[in-house]
């Protein structure tokens, strides 16, 4: 049977037809050439461990003293050196260096931060865990412990089997001493006496 038409619907093209469609709907058309664009394509692991560096780098005195050494040089030249006068007294140029310098800082920076509050919670987590497992751990030898108590409650103590054997002794003690003091009966005559 063919696919019968309705009046007011549209059709569906085929599978061949609609690929070749977006083809030509994404590339603006067949008559003007595709251009590919290249992407820069940034590791971001290595990107924040330079930040990261960066940042350590900014935060220490050694900079504030290079950096302190730089402002004092370049004021120092621009104010004294006539002849060689690139950023005049209001220093623009100086000032227009700290703002670029201020710009990619403060990002770095918070990406470093960043970083940091990463690590800081995947060990917070690995912490909880290895609590939680310390928590079981210990509970668990807790138990066992209180096992052992009751099981050596139950068994025989040092002191109690040496009582014990005292009470014996003094018994058996006694019993020997009753046998001594009972008469004795008749002598059993010998066997060897009988046959004679």
Known sequence: MAAEKRPGK?????????GARTATTRLGGLDIPGVRR????????????????????LGTGRYL??????????VGLNVSAVAVRWDPYPFILLNLAFSTQAAYAA?????????QENRDR???EEDRMRAAQTKADTEFLARELASV?????DAVSR????????????ELTERIEKLREAPQPDSIPDKSDEKR
């Open 149 to 153: 108590r009751l099981a050596v409650g």
């Open 159 to 170: 002191d109690y089997l040496r009582k014990e054997l005292d009470n014996l002794l003094d």
């Open 65 to 74: 003293m290079i950096q302190t050494i730089f402002v004092l040089v370049w």
């Open 10 to 18: 549209k059709q569906r093209p085929d599978k061949s037809q609609r």
């Open 107 to 115: 990002p770095l920076i918070l990406l470093a931060q960043n970083r």
């Open 122 to 124: 995947i060990a917070l």
């Open 38 to 57: 290249r992407r820069l394509s940034l590791d971001a692991e290595i990107i924040g461990v330079y930040s990261e560096r960066l940042a350590r780098f």
